[in-house]
């Protein structure tokens, strides 16, 4: 079973900056076909893949985050970071932690409980 634990959401003015932190408690990165990943969901909306990525360190993202936001991570740590940039009103949601285990020829996927973002003046 995997526990991911989201944390950093907040409050923040049209082109802030925020830092969403997503801890597992065991290490995902371990089996190359693992990967981890944030999504969101705005209100009235279904939920989105924002960025994800690989065991092997290769990264997705969404178009409409391309070069405001990165993902990355700490392995030491089993923590994923969402490192949001120019943030946009349109970017507010409740983000989610995933995380994309393969076990027994399928994957198996588990959330966080989210984060709420909020881009306002």
């Known amino acids: 079973q995997v526990q991911l634990v989201e944390s950093g959401g907040g409050l923040v003015q049209p082109g802030g900056s925020l830092r969403l932190s997503c801890e597992a408690n065991?290490?995902?990165?371990?089996?190359?076909?693992?990967?981890m990943g944030w999504y969101r969901q705005a209100p009235g909306k279904r939920r989105e893949l924002v960025a994800i990525i690989s065991s092997g360190g290769s990264t997705n993202y969404a178009d409409s985050v391309k070069g405001r936001f990165t993902i990355s991570r700490d392995n030491a740590k089993n923590t994923v970071y969402l490192h949001m940039n120019s943030l946009k009103p349109e970017d507010t949601a409740v983000y989610y932690c995933?995380?994309?285990?393969?076990?027994?020829?399928?994957?198996?996927?588990?959330w966080g409980q989210g984060t709420q973002v909020t881009v306002s003046s």
């Open positions: 065991r290490s995902i990165f371990t089996i190359n076909a693992n990967a």
């Open positions: 995933n995380a994309a285990v393969l076990s027994w020829g399928n994957y198996e996927h588990y």
